[in-house]
């Protein structure tokens, strides 16, 4: 079949007036102002929105679930039992977490060779829909919220559609001829070069052109002449052509094909018949999943389950992969329209095979054209595929979710469209690309940024707790503030041994996948409830109110999972304190995006300044489009303080540029940098002379450093995030003590500790205020984090200033001075000095001698089943489990006890630390038979205040480990090859006395 696409005759839009970038933006108005202003009551379920300070120090100490962490919930399709099923909700919410995402994925029972009954157990099947009902049912006894992948897998597919139709996704296919100049070719077109999926029997012709070759290829991309260009579609005939090449070759005949792609999502099949992946930049694409949601998937029932309990529909990364080009059918009128211009004549230049470019024009018109094309499908995906599935979502009283990257579009503006834009810790390659989608939410003023959490390369039942604690607040940081953790998965599976189905693990090559398989079938799990409430409190404090932040970078575009960010705040303005956020021309438009008193979005993220440098995807040029330029003008008369990075006076226009705009761009760049409130600088390191120049400081100011902060104000109370963050996972972190000087909303605000761990929270001993800045004492290991909240005083509460060693607490309306060593103190409040003695402070006590009880965690008579024979030993000396006789292969819990005399002499004023060394992995302490209050698994000295007593105390330490050392020896082939981890109690293990005294007010 043919489809001879002529070159479109709709009116120019330039001619008319409306340039494509001016279209661009009153499109992203009306978006956003729909998104933003009309989602329903219950979208958005299991967020707290934008709460009152009050309410979050209220609700700190026992948070619920609409701030908690979630979790990737791992199906085999519909071959579930709605028994099971509600009994892996109650886990979930037993253990203190809110969300549940069905997904369907199979990748380890398709390494094993495993088939399960599509027809009837498929995705979208009876028995799928009686599993999703059984799990709303049961969420909303708990008030957990449940949401749903939009197709099987991924990207968003339907069984209804086949390669062939309309709504499938498509992709346009090239095949290429050399003629010599002077010379006929007459034959058949020249196939594809690159072959169809067998699934794919429809090909449609686009278009015939030829084109005059300059030189050799280069790198594998021929240079052509676009002068030469020849349109030769109209003289086909049957399938073949007879055209003779001017003198002055050689030339390339080429034929561009439409045909479906055949793409099926990620690890299928998962229905029968096989689903393929729609088209998601056509209405059809996304009319074909609403459709097939409608009239195969809901009934009354599900409806009513929905609107209690789900939450948001989910679609993962946008990855439409095809070895030729990405296309829709309508792409030639669509982009006439959108862009200004005909593409016809540029169609080689967007061309690929396997992902690379096959063809060039000049280096400028070859990257403007890209760049208009990828504008283009960036705008189709968000009018035809995410706002319409969006729209679905909110009409079922969901939202939708949606990690909107994986293509060169503008995901900052997808961000700042959909109810709750997702990152993802895997495919993320610093904290930029975080803050890239964070600055889409923030301007559109929503409140949540979740994550696909803590997945790892090779590391199913490997993954420690520490290691994700620094990589969940590193990303907190960065602007995530909902952590759906990869994964929890069902039960069991046909075919799948101990301890039962995962996802992704074994993988396709046979090996460890990726991710844990986290749920009661982890010893971790034992203390799972610690570390939920630890991210349900952070996430509410990040949750609160709205962000501020120091800067805004304006960038040409808003691709994502690059590991591009700003590097002048990478390397030297986040080490020192300033924060800061990412803008595309799209979010400009919105309606937060104005200013007052000097800031952007004054009600929240309120930017002091925005910073224009050049596009650092397209070989640091200064580009930007007229309507942008014309919007930062407005910004910038209205107040807004601006900093060009680099010589902008030669400023090109954004895309392929028409008669006249490169003058009334470099015009408009000039009103801009005339400006009082404008400057610029050659080099960014220049960057801080012209902010001081501006008078612009930052809200946070510390020595240089790796901690970073986020600050959220809500009415008169300021909250900030501490962490000691990791820009990107390799890098090394050192423990930092240091002060830190934080902006205050009211000027008799005091600074609060707020502690994730036990809900406390308490006014902090030691502090500063000058002006509105007030200064805390911040001790972070590598990964740790800590809040800090600063609000208006409850009475008359004591502080100090400085202390010559030790440390303060509050004590009531006292200050209590705690020594580790004997000697003379001094104490500087605000109104005297005072100097105090301490007279006796007891040496520590190394504990070296342990019992050992292990619960060894071995296959029982089933996939499911665990059983869990104790073993015992003494260790006169610690040692990691795999160096103990007996626990060179064990997983599992193990208790240590020990018995430690502190003598008659023990008092009230006594008390001590318990310095535990190195603890793999999460651990709780008891003293004398009760329990500590929940410990920092990255912090492993414990406060065993007001539990010692006179004579003997006996101390047990409770330590779980992953299972990977256990699933070494149950499933060699997969885990064998993995190093055996360090188990258990490590030491060496001391109890640190220390002697208190009160100082009086």
């Not at 952070?538 to 808003?558: A, M």
């Not at 392929?656 to 015009?667: I, M």
Request: aromatic letters at 8%.
């Amino acid at each position: 079949m043919s489809e001879v696409q002529q070159p479109d005759q709709s009116p120019d839009l330039a001619a008319s007036g409306i340039r494509r970038r001016s279209l661009f933006g009153a499109a992203a108005v009306t978006a956003g102002v729909v998104v933003a202003g009309q989602a329903p009551a219950t979208a958005g379920r299991g967020t707290s929105g934008h709460a009152r300070g009050r309410d979050v120090l209220r609700g700190f100490q026992r948070p619920g679930p609409e701030t908690a962490a979630g979790f990737r919930w791992w199906w085999p399709h519909g071959a579930v039992d709605p028994k099971e099923i509600a009994r892996e909700v109650d886990q979930v919410a037993a253990a203190g977490f809110g969300a549940l995402e069905i997904a369907d994925v199979t990748h380890s029972l398709a390494a094993r060779g495993i088939t399960i009954d599509l027809e009837k157990h498929g995705w979208g099947t009876a028995s799928w829909v009686a599993g999703v009902k059984a799990a709303l049912d049961r969420a909303a006894r708990h008030g957990i919220r449940v949401d749903i992948t939009i197709g099987p897998s991924w990207p968003a597919a339907v069984p209804t559609v086949t390669p062939d139709d309309e709504a499938a996704c498509s992709e346009l296919a090239h095949g290429q001829a050399v003629v010599a100049g002077g010379s006929t070719y007459d034959a058949a077109l020249p196939d594809p070069v690159v072959a169809p999926e067998s699934e794919s029997a429809d090909r449609h012709l686009v278009a015939v052109q030829a084109f005059r070759t300059v030189g050799e290829p280069v790198k594998a991309v021929q240079t052509l002449d676009p002068s030469s260009y020849v349109d030769l579609t109209a003289t086909v005939v049957g399938g073949r052509i007879t055209w003779t090449a001017p003198e002055g070759g050689p030339w390339v005949l080429l034929a561009h094909w439409r045909r479906g792609s055949g793409q099926e999502p990620e690890a299928g099949p998962h229905t029968s018949p096989r689903s393929y992946v729609v088209d998601h930049f056509s209405a059809a694409g996304s009319g074909a999943v609403i459709d097939f949601w409608k009239h195969r998937i809901l009934d009354s029932s599900l409806r009513r389950l929905l609107a209690k309990a789900g939450g948001y529909l989910f679609e993962d990364s946008l990855e439409i992969e095809t070895d030729a080009t990405i296309w829709t059918p309508r792409m030639l009128e669509e982009f006439r329209r959108r862009a200004g211009y005909d593409l016809l004549p540029y169609l080689p230049v967007v061309v690929e095979v396997k992902e690379k470019y096959v063809f060039a024009y000049d280096a400028v018109t070859t990257t403007r054209v890209r760049d208009d094309f990828n504008q283009v499908l960036s705008d189709l995906y968000r009018d035809h595929h995410l706002l319409p599935v969006q729209g679905f979502a909110r009409s079922l009283g969901m939202g939708l979710r949606v990690q909107p990257y994986g293509l060169e579009t503008d995901t900052v503006e997808h961000a700042a469209l959909i109810d709750v834009p997702e990152t993802e810790s895997l495919g993320f390659k610093n904290l930029d690309d975080y803050r890239v989608m964070a600055g889409g939410r923030d301007l559109a003023g929503h409140t949540v940024l979740s994550c696909e959490a803590i997945c790892y390369v090779g590391a199913a039942y490997q993954t420690t707790w520490d290691r994700a604690l620094q990589t969940l607040n590193s990303i907190y940081a960065a602007g995530v503030n909902m952590a759906m953790i990869h994964g929890f998965a069902y039960a069991d599976a046909p075919g799948v041994t101990w301890p039962g189905f995962a996802a992704f693990s074994p993988y396709y090559n046979g090996a460890v996948g990726y991710g844990d398989a986290w749920g009661p079938r982890t010893p971790q799990w034992r203390h799972i409830r610690d570390l939920s409430d630890y991210l349900a409190r952070t996430q509410l404090v990040l949750q609160t109110g709205t962000p501020r932040y120091d800067i805004v970078f304006l960038r040409q575009k808003g691709w994502a999972s690059t590991g591009i960010g700003a590097p002048w705040a990478t390397n030297n303005g986040i080490p020192v304190g300033w924060t800061h956020s990412f803008a595309t021309p799209a979010l400009l438009d919105l309606p937060r995006a104005k200013v007052r008193r000097g800031r952007l979005a004054p009600d929240g993220p309120a930017y002091k300044v925005m910073i224009i440098g050049p596009d650092q995807f397209r070989g640091a040029e200064r580009t930007m489009a007229v309507s942008t330029a014309e919007r930062v003008l407005e910004l910038g008369r209205a107040g807004l303080p601006i900093v060009f990075l680099g010589d902008w006076s030669a400023a090109e226009p954004v895309g392929l540029a028409q008669p006249g705009e490169t003058d009334r761009l470099r015009a408009l760049v000039a009103q801009i940098r005339a400006l009082s409130t404008t400057r610029t600088v050659a080099v960014d390191t220049e960057i801080p002379v012209a902010l001081a120049d501006l008078g612009i400081t930052p809200d946070v100011r510390h020595d240089s450093s790796t901690v970073q902060t986020v600050r959220r104000v809500t009415d008169d109370v300021d909250l900030y995030y501490v962490a000691n963050a990791k820009h990107a996972e390799n890098r090394k972190l050192v423990r930092v003590t240091q002060d830190v000087w934080l902006t205050a909303t009211r000027g008799d605000a005091v600074p609060y500790l707020l502690d994730a761990w036990t809900g406390e929270t308490t006014p902090v001993a030691l502090w500063e205020r000058k002006g509105d800045q007030v200064r805390v004492t911040v001790d972070l290991l590598p990964g740790q984090s800590t809040i800090v909240a600063l609000a208006r005083p409850h009475g008359r509460t004591p502080s100090a200033t400085a202390v010559s060693g030790g440390s303060l607490r509050v004590l009531g309306q006292s200050l209590v001075l705690r020594a580790s060593t004997a000697g003379d103190y001094t104490v500087t409040t605000p109104r005297r000095t005072t100097t105090t003695s301490v007279g006796r402070v007891r040496e520590p006590i190394a504990l070296a001698s342990w019992d050992l009880a292990v619960e060894d965690w071995q296959p029982g008579a089933t996939a499911t089943d665990t059983v869990r024979p104790v073993r015992r030993v003494h260790l006169d000396a610690l040692l990691p489990w795999s160096q103990v006789p007996g626990l060179e292969d064990v997983s599992g819990v193990g208790v240590y006890s020990t018995t430690v005399d502190l003598g008659r002499d023990w008092t009230a004023a006594d008390g001590a630390v318990l310095e535990l060394g190195e603890v793999n992995d999460t651990y709780r302490v008891r003293v004398n038979g009760r329990q500590v209050a929940p410990c920092d698994v990255l912090d492993t000295t414990v406060d065993l205040s007001g539990l010692l007593r006179r004579g003997r105390n006996q101390i047990e330490v409770e330590v779980a480990t992953t299972l990977i050392n256990r699933l070494r020896t149950v499933t060699p082939a997969v885990y064998g090859p993995v190093p055996r981890q360090a188990y258990g109690l490590v030491g060496p293990v001391r109890l640190v006395p220390y002697a208190e005294k009160t100082i009086s007010r």
